[in-house]
C-alpha cells in the first residue's frame, strides 16, 4: 500500500478532512550524503539495528485510539512529517528512514508491550513517541533494558534523566514555574484551585506547583483535586470552584476529559475572560475538540503555540498543512515531536553512526536553527534549552502570545527544594 493511499485511510479523532499529500521541499539543513551514497553500513551499525545500505527503520509510538489520541494525533503526523522532509533532502547518512508504528491504545502497559516489539523484534533505531507520563514510566525500563533511543515530546513534570531519552518538550522549571510566576505577578493569583488528570504527571506537577505556590510565591491553596482519564462529569469540582472563588483555577486535565470539563465550566457560568485559568495541558490539539467558544479567555503556558511570528513555524505550519489538510491545528506537544527526527538526524550524522552509545554522547549541544519554536539546543542532561511563553485563547481556537522571556531557559529535571 502507498504511503499515499494509507494517509488517506488513516483516521483522525479531531480532523474532518485530510487532504491529499502534496511534494514536501527540502529544508535548509542539507544532508551530508545522497540518498545510497552514505558509509558502509558495516561502520554505522554496529549493534545489529535494521539499517541497510539503503534505509533506516525507526519506531512511531503513539496513542492512535483510546481517550489520548485528541492529544497524540498531531505527534504522529509531526513526525511523519519531520521523515517525509528529511528523506526529500537526502536522508541520513545516505538512507532513507522508514517508520514503524504501533499505537499505544493510551494503555500504559501496551506501551510497555509495543515498545519491546519496536526494539527487539524490528530493531528499531530510535522511537519517536509517548505522551503522558505514564507510558513514558511504562516504556522506560524497556528503552534502556534494550538499548534504546526515545525522543519523548511532551511537556513533563521532570525528575527524570536517562541516556536512552532525549526530552524534546519542557520539564518543570521551563513551564510550571515560569506560569505561576506570570500569574501571580500579572494576574494579582494568590488562591489557587488545582485540578488534574489522576496519574504521575498531573499529581507530580502540582506537588510542585503547591510547593513553589506556598513557599515562593506566598499563595495558597484552596482545592486540589484529581479524576480519572476520560472522566466526563465535573459539576461536583466547579461548584466547589465557584463557592471558594480563588484567583486562579489551575488546571492539568488531559486528553478526551478537557471537551467535558471546560464545556462545564462555560455551562456553570463560569466567564474565563473573569476568572483567571492557566492551564499547562491544553493546546490548540485539544481545543479543536473543545470548541474555542468553550475556552475563550483561558490561559496557557507552553514553548510553542501555532500562532507565533517567525519565519521557521512559518514555514512549518504551511507544510504541516499541505500534508494533512488546511483545518488541522498545532499544539505545543506536536511541534516538539516534529523535533524528535531532526533531533536524531543531526545527532546521527554528528556521531557517524546508527549506534545507540554513540548517538547517547553525541547529542549535547546538538543545535537546531529551523525549529518552529525558534532555537533549540540539547543540554547534556538530554533536555532542550527553550523558552516559556504564555497564550490567551482565542474564540478561533488559536492562542494570542501575551508573554515570553527573553532568554532561553536552562533545563532542570531535578530543581533543588521540589523533588
Not at 462529569?233 to 488531559?254: E, G, H, M, T, W
Not at 456553570?268 to 467558544?293: M, N, P, Y
Not at 549535547?364 to 542532561?381: L, R, S
Request: proline content about 4%.
Amino acid at each position: 500500500m502507498s504511503d499515499d493511499i494509507e494517509r488517506g485511510l488513516e483516521s483522525s479523532l479531531r480532523r474532518k478532512l485530510l487532504m491529499g499529500m502534496a511534494a514536501i521541499p527540502a529544508v535548509a539543513l542539507m544532508p551530508k550524503f545522497a540518498l545510497g551514497a552514505g558509509p558502509a553500513t558495516s561502520e554505522v551499525n554496529t549493534t545489529g539495528l535494521a539499517v541497510t545500505d539503503t534505509e533506516v527503520t525507526v519506531g512511531i509510538l503513539h496513542s492512535v485510539t483510546g481517550t489520548m489520541a485528541i492529544s497524540e494525533t498531531g505527534s504522529v503526523q509531526a513526525e511523519k512529517l519531520a521523515i517525509e522532509q528529511i528523506n526529500a533532502a537526502g536522508g541520513v547518512l545516505g538512507r532513507k528512514i522508514k517508520y514503524i508504528q504501533e499505537d499505544g491504545a493510551s494503555d500504559w502497559p501496551t506501551f510497555a508491550e509495543k515498545a519491546k516489539k519496536l526494539l527487539v523484534q524490528d530493531k528499531v533505531a530510535a522511537i519517536m513517541g509517548c505522551w503522558t507520563s505514564a507510558s513514558r514510566k511504562a516504556v522506560l525500563p524497556v528503552i534502556e533494558q534494550y538499548n534504546g533511543m526515545l525522543y519523548y515530546p511532551t511537556f513533563y513534570e521532570g525528575l527524570e534523566q536517562s541516556k536512552n531519552v532525549i526530552y524534546t518538550g519542557q520539564e518543570a522549571t521551563q513551564q510550571i514555574l515560569a506560569g505561576l510566576d506570570w500569574v501571580a505577578k500579572e494576574k494579582a493569583g494568590k488562591s489557587f484551585y488545582l485540578i488534574g488528570s489522576d496519574y504521575i504527571w498531573p499529581r507530580t506537577s502540582m506537588k510542585i506547583a503547591r510547593k513553589h505556590i506556598e513557599a515562593h510565591l506566598g499563595g495558597s491553596v484552596s482545592g486540589e483535586e484529581y479524576f480519572p482519564l476520560g472522566h466526563t462529569q465535573f459539576n461536583s469540582v466547579i461548584n466547589k470552584i465557584k463557592l471558594r472563588k480563588p484567583d486562579v483555577i489551575y488546571c492539568a486535565v488531559v486528553g478526551g476529559s478537557n471537551v467535558a470539563f471546560y464545556k462545564q465550566l462555560k455551562a456553570a457560568g463560569i466567564d474565563l475572560s473573569k476568572q483567571t485559568l492557566l492551564t499547562i495541558s491544553v493546546t490548540e490539539d485539544e481545543i479543536d475538540g473543545i470548541g474555542g467558544e468553550n475556552i475563550t479567555g483561558a490561559y496557557a503556558c507552553m514553548k510553542y503555540f501555532q500562532s507565533l511570528e517567525n519565519d521557521n513555524n512559518k514555514e512549518f505550519v504551511a507544510e504541516f498543512k499541505k500534508m494533512w489538510g488546511e483545518k488541522t491545528v498545532i499544539g505545543d506537544v506536536t511541534q516538539a515531536a516534529y523535533l524528535g527526527p531532526w533531533l536524531w538526524k543531526m545527532t546521527v550524522e554528528k556521531a557517524g553512526s546508527f549506534d545507540v552509545d554513540k548517538i547517547a554522547v553525541a547529542s549535547t549541544d546538538i543545535e537546531f536553527t529551523k525549529a518552529p519554536e525558534g532555537y533549540v539546543k540539547i543540554h547534556e542532561n538530554h533536555h532542550l534549552w527553550s523558552k516559556a511563553r504564555v497564550g490567551q485563547v482565542q474564540p478561533d481556537g488559536q492562542f494570542k502570545v501575551v508573554f515570553e522571556t527573553a532568554d532561553l531557559i536552562e533545563p532542570n529535571p531535578f530543581p533543588e527544594g521540589y523533588q
